[in-house]
């Protein structure tokens, strides 16, 4: 497969191919579906952070004195879901970094030009951007556009590219193409980089709409 950019990480592991496949089938119940989701999450989170900074403290243990690392409390974490399917990825990256803020993006896919459309931004300023770290989650990389215009987002308040962090469970080709091409120094990661896209912006061959999967609403 053509290198589509040193910055995408792909999780390949049977733990995670073993949740995918669970997350995939048509048949999976919305809470098995949300439990597979939470388990792949642990990992990708796991990557997501590893290169957060941390600093060395002096601690004693019931035997001795230690110098341990600890992440630096200096940086400013934002875990940026995109409503709603981010929230799954929210949810668990709150446990593993539980003193992160969290910046919900709301947008939703206009079905005919598949551009998003905004309806909620938490922050409209952020302070500290130099020392400022971004985790975007979404389930979802498919078109781009949505990846493009969070990215956009905290490009314009002031946070540097090389510290955003694009984390999805599938992406596809298209979508991490169009990513990558404006910014080459976000780092995606993902469980899966599947074939392509439909003409209606779902990922092939994907697990279809992941919020109606997550939130029962397949109606
Ligand atoms: N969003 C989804 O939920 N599923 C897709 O396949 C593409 C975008």
Redesign the pocket.
């Known amino acids: 497969m053509e290198v589509l950019t040193n910055k995408l990480k792909i999780l390949n592991h049977p733990l995670i191919s073993h949740n995918l496949a669970i997350i995939r089938n048509e048949n999976t119940s919305c809470e098995q579906f949300r439990n597979a989701l939470r388990r792949i999450t642990y990992f990708l989170i796991y990557e997501a952070s590893k290169n957060l900074p941390t600093k060395e403290i002096t601690l004693k243990t019931p035997l001795e004195e230690t110098s341990c690392f600890v992440f630096d409390d200096d940086i400013q974490l934002i875990l940026a879901p995109i409503l709603r ?1 981010g929230m799954v990825f929210c949810e668990v990256a709150q446990e593993l970094l539980p003193f992160a803020n969290v910046h919900h993006l709301g947008m939703y ?1 206009d079905e005919e030009t598949l551009e998003p459309v905004w309806y909620y931004d938490k922050r409209k300023k952020i302070k500290n951007v130099e020392k400022s770290k971004v985790i975007i989650l979404d ?2 990389l ?2 781009g556009n949505s990846a493009k215009c969070a990215v956009d987002n905290f490009i314009f308040k002031g946070i540097k590219e090389e510290n955003i962090v694009f984390m999805s469970l ?1 992406a596809t080709p298209e979508g991490v193409k169009k990513l990558s091409d404006k910014y080459k120094n976000v780092e995606i990661i993902t469980a899966s980089l599947d074939r392509t ?1 439909n003409s209606k ?4 061959p ?8 997550i939130y029962n609403t397949l109606d």
């Open positions: 399917a896919r389930p979802m498919a078109t599938i896209l912006g779902y990922i092939l994907g697990l279809g709409d992941a919020g109606d999967r």
